[in-house]
C-alpha cells in the first residue's frame, strides 16, 4: 500500500482502517540463531498468509482493540488514535524520547515475582545437576552476552536460592556464637585474680563444645533461674550481688578512699585513708547500720582489700577489722559477709597477726561467721592453717615475752578459736573433714594440758567430739601423743602446775571427756590391739571403774575395758594388768550398781570365753596303756579336752 512506507506523524489525522492495522509494522521476534535474526529483522510488513506464524491476533479481536484505543488514548498534539502494545517480554520499556522508562509499582511487583520464579527453578536444575540456562536469552549465545550487558542482567546473573539464604544465616549464627564465647572467656579472666585469691569462690562456666547450647555470661544482671549447673553456693553469691543497695554519695566517696591506690603512699593521702578507715569503723559501730551496711554495695569489699593489702599500716588494718568484726555481730550478716570473694583471706591474714588487738579481733569475727559456714570454713586451708597459729601461740614461749596485757588478749584470741573449733567439731559432716586436717588434731594435742583449766576442758571437748565419728577414729589413733595426751587426763593426780587440787570440779570434766574419747576409740576392732598396749592405759582405766563417787566415768571406764576384752590378741595384757581381774571379780559381786555389775560380769565373761576357746581345742594323743615293755599296746583317743571331766588322777596312792 501507499501509505505504508511513511512514518505514523506523517499520515495526519487520516482515519485508521483495517488494511493499515494489517500492514502495521510489528516488534522482531527474537530468534535463537544469530543469522535468523538479522534476516527477520528487515522485514517490517506482515501478510495475512502468515498470520498464524507471527501469533498475531485475529481481525475481530483487533476491531475491539482500535475500538477502545480510539476512544481512550490519542497521541500528543494530534486527534489521531494510538494503538497500545504490549511489549515483549524480555524488552525494555522505553518513552518517547527513546530513554529507558522507569517502571511502575505494579511493573515491579511483577518483574521481581518473575524473576523469583526464574531463579527458583535455576536453582532446582542447579541441585538436580541439570545445565542451567538464562530464562532471557533463550539458547542464543549472543543474546545472552546481551543480556549480561544489561544492568538488570547483571543483577540477576548470581541467583540467591533457598541454600544461599541457609548458609548466610548458619554464618552469621557461628558468628554470633564466636562473639558470644569471646565475651565469656573475657569476663572470666577479669574474675580469675580475685578467685584465685579465695578458693571458695568459683565461676562456673561452661566450654561444652555443643555450639547450640551457650553458657551465661558472668554477669551481674544473669537470672538464677537460666543457669541451673552452679553450685547453691554460687547461686546464692549471684543472688546477693544483684541485691545490694547502691551506696549514696558521702558513703562512695568514703569508699573510693579506701580503694585508691595513691592512698598506699605516705603523706596526705595516707592520713586521708586512716581518717576514712575510722569513719566506717564508726559507722560499724551503730547496731542499725550493721544489717543496712553489710548489703550496701563496696562497704565489705573495701573493708577486706585494706585487710589483705600488704602495705597497710597497723592503724588502718586495726580499724577495718574491728569495723568488720562489728558487721559480723549479727546474726542476719553471718552468710552474707563470708560470701565476699576476699573475707576468708582477709580474717586469715590478720589472725596471724602479730598485733594482739588485731588477731583478737579477727578470731571473734570469724568465730561469728562460722556457725553459718561450717563446711566453707573447713575446706579452707589457709584459715586452718591461721587457725593453728592461734592455738600454738606460746609453741617458742611467746607470752612469756610479751606484757600482761598482751598475754591476756593472745589468751582470748585462742580461746575465741578453740570455742569456734568446738562447733565445727558438733557437726557430724564437718567432724569428718576436721580430723583429716592434719594440723588442727595436731595442734589440740600440742597445748593440751598445758593451758588454763577453761581452755583445757575446750581442748579435750574438741577431741572427744572428733571421736565420735566411726571414719575418724583410725587417723585420730595414728597421731603422734594424741593417746597419751587422753590417758594423762584419766590419769589421778594429787594436784596441778599451779598447786590447786587436782580433784576439781574442772579437772573431773576433763577426765570424764578423756574416758569418752577412749570408749569411742575402743569401738574400733583394728585399734583395741594398739590402744591396750599404750602405756598405763589399762592401769587407768581399771582405776577408774572402781570409782564409785563418779559413776559417769565409772561406766565409761568399763564399757572401754568391756571393748577391748573383745579382741582375743588383748587377753594375755589383761590378765597382766594388775588389779585388773580383782577389779571386776569385785564388781561382779557388788550389786550397788547394777550397770556396772552388768558390765563386769559380760568383761569377765568375754575373757572366759577366750580362755575356754584355747583350752577347747581337739588334739591327738597317744596313751600308754598297762601293761610290760614286750606286750604294751598303743591306742588313739580322742579326747575333748574343754569338757570339764571332775576326774582326780593319783601317783601310785595306797588304797
Known amino acids: 500500500m501507499a501509505g505504508s512506507g511513511t512514518p505514523r506523524s506523517a ?41 498464524s506464524q507471527e501469533n498475531v491476533i485475529s481481525p475481530s479481536m483487533m476491531k475491539k482493540r482500535i475500538h477502545i484505543a480510539g476512544k481512550h488514548q490519542h497521541a500528543p498534539g494530534s486527534g489521531s488514535p494510538v494503538i497500545l502494545r504490549s511489549p515483549p517480554r524480555n524488552s525494555t520499556p522505553r518513552g518517547a524520547d527513546g530513554k529507558i ?45 546481551a543480556a549480561a550487558a544489561s544492568p538488570r542482567s547483571r543483577r540477576s546473573s548470581r541467583s540467591v536460592t533457598g541454600a544461599d539464604v541457609i548458609a548466610a544465616a548458619s554464618a552469621a549464627r557461628a ?55 552452679d553450685s547453691p553456693r554460687t547461686k546464692f553469691q549471684k543472688q546477693l550481688f544483684n541485691n545490694l543497695r547502691t551506696p549514696d554519695a558521702s558513703l562512695n ?24 578507715c575510722g569513719a566506717i569503723k564508726t559507722l560499724t559501730l551503730n547496731k ?38 562489728h558487721l559480723c555481730v549479727p546474726e542476719k550478716n553471718w552468710r552474707i559477709v563470708y560470701m565476699f570473694p576476699q573475707t576468708p583471706e582477709a580474717l586469715a ?39 593453728a597459729r592461734v592455738l600454738e601461740v606460746d609453741k617458742n614461749g611467746a607470752l612469756e615475752r610479751v606484757s600482761v596485757q598482751d598475754k591476756k588478749v593472745f589468751v582470748g584470741s585462742r580461746l575465741c578459736a578453740l570455742k569456734m573449733m568446738l562447733h565445727l567439731s558438733k557437726n557430724k559432716d564437718v567432724s569428718v573433714q576436721l580430723a583429716k586436717t592434719e594440723c588442727i588434731p595436731a595442734a589440740l594435742v600440742q597445748i593440751a594440758n598445758k593451758m588454763e583449766v577453761a581452755a ?72 583395741r590391739q594398739e590402744l591396750a598396749n599404750t602405756p598405763n592405759l589399762l592401769a587407768a582405766l581399771t582405776k577408774n571403774a572402781f570409782k564409785t563417787q563418779h559413776p559417769e566415768q565409772q561406766l565409761s571406764a568399763l564399757h572401754s575395758l568391756k571393748n577391748l576384752s573383745d579382741d582375743p590378741f588383748n587377753l594375755v595384757t589383761m590378765t597382766n594388768t ?57 591306742e588313739e583317743e580322742d579326747k575333748d579336752l574343754g569338757r570339764r571331766t571332775f576326774q582326780t588322777l593319783t601317783w601310785e596312792m595306797w588304797a
Open 101 to 145: 522508562a522507569p517502571l511502575s509499582p505494579s511493573s515491579r511487583d511483577t518483574v521481581v515475582r518473575r524473576d523469583s520464579r526464574d531463579d527458583t527453578a535455576a536453582a532446582r536444575k542447579r541441585e538436580s545437576g541439570e545445565q542451567v540456562r538464562s530464562p532471557r536469552s533463550g539458547s542464543s549465545p549472543s543474546a545472552e552476552s
Open 578 to 634: 594388775p588389779g585388773c581381774t580383782a577389779t571386776l571379780l569385785a564388781l561382779a559381786n557388788d550389786g550397788t550398781n547394777a550397770m556396772a555389775q552388768y558390765l563386769a560380769c559380760d568383761t569377765l565373761a568375754t575373757l572366759s570365753h577366750w580362755l575356754l576357746t584355747l583350752s577347747a581345742a581337739k588334739t591327738r594323743r597317744k596313751i600308754e596303756k598297762d601293761g610290760g615293755l614286750e606286750d604294751r599296746k598303743e
Open 288 to 325: 542499725a547500720n550493721q544489717v543496712a551496711l553489710a548489703r550496701t554495695e563496696g562497704v565489705v569489699a573495701s573493708i577486706t582489700s585494706v585487710l589483705c593489702h600488704v602495705e597497710a599500716t597497723e592503724e588502718e588494718r586495726t580499724r577495718c577489722i574491728n569495723a568488720l568484726m
Open 253 to 276: 566517696e568514703l569508699l573510693s578512699v579506701l580503694t585508691d591506690e595513691r592512698t598506699s603512699s605516705s603523706g596526705h593521702h595516707a592520713a586521708r585513708r586512716v581518717n576514712a
Open 11 to 51: 499520515r495526519g489525522a487520516r482515519n485508521f482502517t483495517y488494511d493499515d492495522a494489517l500492514n502495521a509494522p510489528t516488534a522482531p521476534k527474537t530468534y535463537s540463531s544469530p543469522h535468523k535474526l538479522q534476516s527477520q529483522s528487515t522485514r517490517t510488513m506482515v501478510s495475512p498468509s502468515t498470520m
Open 175 to 229: 558468628a554470633k556464637r564466636q562473639q558470644e564465647k569471646q565475651m565469656v572467656a573475657s569476663s572470666s579472666n577479669n574474675t580469675s585474680s580475685s578467685n584465685t585469691k579465695n578458693a571458695d569462690v568459683d565461676v562456673d562456666v561452661d566450654d561444652s563444645n555443643n555450639e547450640d547450647t551457650l553458657s551465661p555470661l558472668p554477669n551481674k544482671h544473669i537470672n538464677d533461674n537460666d543457669n541451673d549447673n
Open 456 to 527: 583445757n576442758i575446750l581442748c579435750i571437748a574438741i577431741m572427744t567430739n572428733l571421736t565420735r565419728h566411726p571414719e575418724n577414729s583410725v587417723g585420730l589413733c595414728r597421731i603422734d601423743g594424741l593417746v597419751s595426751v587422753l590417758v594423762s587426763h584419766i590419769m589421778p593426780v594429787a594436784s596441778n602446775n599451779d598447786g590447786s587440787n587436782g580433784d576439781t570440779a574442772d579437772n573431773q570434766e576433763c577426765a570424764k571427756c578423756a574416758l569418752y574419747a577412749l570408749q569411742n576409740l575402743s569401738c574400733t576392732g583394728s585399734i
Open 349 to 387: 591474714r590478720n589472725m596471724a597477726d602479730r598485733y594482739p588487738q588485731i588477731r583478737y579481733a579477727a578470731c571473734l569475727a570469724l568465730s561469728f561467721l562460722a556457725k553459718k559456714n561450717r563446711k566453707e570454713v573447713v575446706v579452707n586451708r589457709i584459715l586452718m592453717y591461721s587457725i
